[in-house]
């Protein structure tokens, strides 16, 4: 068995209970937890400790709610996130999505589930945190700095875009169905729907100008990323 350090993880709920319980299944599966039971604390222990893994974050909290954490903490990191909410609401997914928020699990919830999105979700970034560099059609990727060169300018992407773009070109020139998408990028358990995939394709296209062209629509199935050589 191969020893890994402890990852860190930040819950962050007002509700003591709650947090006891993600943190006693956490610390099972050896990961290291620390506890905020506010946005603002949220913010000063992430901040503070600068080597969290990731955060997971109830959406309704009093004074600062889990969106504007979420907010304030994208400006600055690309740690992964993880939305706890007491409603489904897809309007409320969508936005949670549109920030950057790259899981989202509804109250109440199954513990090992949640370990196991966790743990999905720190596999894909140790491998994307790999020194790789990917370039297709005046498109250039950079997993481990997370940034993106469209004929040499930076875009601005959400974590959620990132990953879908990265997906896209690793896939390139292969017809890939919303299924298949949704699997790969939002993880196997997700229980959305094929227009969040549009949703974000569509911002993907136009935060991308020309280039957005190169992501085509294959009707009835899903998309293909293609560069004409």
Not at 27 to 54: P, R
Not at 193 to 218: C, F, N, Q
């Amino acid at each position: 068995m191969v020893l890994m350090e402890r990852l860190k993880i930040l819950v962050v709920d007002d509700e003591s209970r709650m947090r006891k319980l993600v943190k006693d299944f956490l610390t099972k599966s050896n990961y290291e937890v620390i506890e905020a039971e506010d946005g603002a604390q949220a913010i000063d222990l992430f901040f503070e400790q600068n080597d969290i893994a990731l955060i997971i974050l109830d959406v309704m909290m009093p004074n600062m709610d889990g969106w504007q954490v979420c907010k304030e903490i994208r400006e600055y990191s690309k740690v992964p996130i993880i939305m706890l909410t007491a409603k489904s609401d897809e309007r409320d997914e969508l936005q949670g999505f549109e920030l950057g928020v790259d899981e989202y699990i509804s109250k109440p919830f199954s513990p090992k589930i949640l370990v196991a999105r966790v743990e999905a979700i720190l596999r894909r970034t140790s491998q994307a945190s790999a020194d790789e560099v990917m370039e297709a059609g005046g498109i250039l990727i950079n997993k481990a700095a997370h940034s993106v060169l469209v004929d040499g300018q930076p875009v601005d992407l959400s974590y959620k875009e990132f990953e879908l773009l990265t997906y896209f070109v690793e896939n390139k020139g292969i017809a890939l169905s919303r299924e298949k998408i949704l699997n790969s990028v939002w993880n196997y358990d997700y229980f959305g729907d094929a227009r969040t995939i549009d949703t974000h394709v569509k911002k993907l296209r136009s935060k991308m100008g020309e280039k957005g062209e190169l992501i085509r629509t294959i009707w009835g199935m899903g998309y293909k990323f293609e560069v004409n050589e």
